[in-house]
């Protein structure tokens, strides 16, 4: 399955954004998807996943309810609407999905396709 992460861009403290991931190729609905970031200089991290059809989700517990990940099957699009930003979510942000059988997950190692990133810059 091909990922195409949109939505990113520049805005300022307090503001929202809402990213989508656009999905070809294969089955969208097959396939658990997920949300992470990684910042300059840190690591990949998880922020939300969510499993393929009933819709539950889980989110990292940093997010503090900020963030909030959902899916539109029919439109074999992943969202992401992040809310009251900050400068530290300031990353490139990957949308990734997971062929296993699982409900959702929050390893990388566990996704088998990714997105090409979209940054996220969150000024002060």
């Known amino acids: 399955v091909q990922l195409q992460a949109s939505g990113g861009g520049l805005v300022q403290v307090g503001g929202s954004l809402r990213l989508s991931c656009a999905a070809s190729?294969?089955?969208?609905?097959?396939?658990?998807m997920g949300w992470f970031r990684q910042a300059p200089g840190k690591e990949r991290e998880f922020l939300a996943t969510i499993s393929r059809s009933v819709g539950r989700t889980y989110y990292t517990d940093s997010l503090k309810g900020r963030f909030t990940i959902s899916r539109d099957n029919a439109k074999n699009t992943v969202y992401l609407q992040m809310n009251s930003l900050v400068p530290e979510d300031t990353a490139v942000y990957y949308c990734?999905?997971?062929?296993?059988?699982?409900?959702?997950?929050?390893?990388?190692?566990?996704?088998?396709?990714w997105g090409q990133g979209t940054l996220v810059t969150v000024s002060s």
């Open positions: 190729g294969r089955t969208f609905s097959n396939y658990v």
């Open positions: 990734a999905a997971s062929g296993h059988s699982g409900i959702y997950y929050t390893s990388d190692s566990l996704y088998d396709y």
